[in-house]
């Protein structure tokens, strides 16, 4: 079945520490790939995308993902965790030639920062 | 640029009654628009993905005559929760994306509906 994978619920790091946040998708296809951030209550900012080409791209906030087709992932990362950045975060996918933006978002992960 | 805001921000009703939420693109045309709907420490569950002048297109499960979906102009869409439930009780976010066969949406600021 056609699937998008966060296996971490929740992450705890440290302030400054470096952050790995995982996403798996499971279709025929490569789909374009997003990560987004969500605080509580609030709606969804954008991070990075990925629709071709360079396998590592740039977000903001400083936020990094790499897209290996051969794992099937999209791994979000960040050099040096900063307190503003506990939140929950979301890998989505769009799938080619479906709608335009209809998205799967994976179940997210909860990231807590500690001081 | 490519901002979409949501109204209300937060509304609470009395169950039986019907609520609109409108979700506007500010600064760009939006031919597709998308209502979501999240559970408390849930991910997003798609609802129905509404196109500018044609009916909504409703995911399975999500019941129509219930969730009413109008996008009757480029920049507006709207989510009417018909007699409302406790159980609709939720946070609504809609999306929009830029253009025809623009991947890539921006999302509103959510609406949080609380049905007593």
């Known amino acids: 079945a056609q699937s998008v994978t966060q296996p971490d619920i929740h992450i705890t790091v440290s302030e400054g520490a470096s952050l790995e946040l995982r996403c798996n998708y499971s279709?025929?296809?490569?789909?374009?790939l997003f990560w987004y951030v969500q605080s509580p209550g609030q709606g969804l900012q954008l991070l990075l995308k990925y629709f071709s080409g360079d396998t590592l791209v740039q977000g903001i906030k400083g936020f990094e993902a790499e897209f290996k087709r051969s794992q099937s992932s999209f791994n979000l990362r960040k050099p040096s965790v900063h307190w503003s950045d506990a939140a929950e975060y979301f890998c989505?996918?769009?799938?080619?030639?479906?709608?335009?933006?209809?998205?799967?978002f994976g179940d997210g992960t909860t990231l807590t920062v500690k001081p | 640029g490519a901002v979409v805001s949501q109204h209300p921000s937060w509304v609470i009703c009395k169950s039986g009654t019907s609520v609109k939420i409108e979700c506007r693109s500010l600064d760009f045309q939006a031919t597709t628009m998308f209502w979501y709907r999240q559970f408390p420490k849930q991910s997003l569950m798609l609802m129905a993905t509404s196109n500018e002048g044609s009916k909504a297109t409703y995911e399975q499960g999500v019941e129509k005559d219930k969730f009413l979906i109008n996008h009757a102009s480029l920049t507006l869409s709207t989510l009417t929760v018909t007699s409302a439930h406790p159980e609709d009780s939720s946070f609504y976010i809609c999306?929009?994306?830029?253009?025809?066969?623009?991947?890539?949406?921006?999302f509103g600021p959510g609406t949080r509906l609380t049905v007593t």
């Open positions: 989505a996918v769009v799938l080619f030639n479906t709608n335009a933006g209809k998205s799967t």
């Open positions: 279709y025929g296809a490569t789909p374009y």
């Open positions: 999306s929009a994306a830029r253009g025809t066969g623009s991947y890539e949406q921006y």
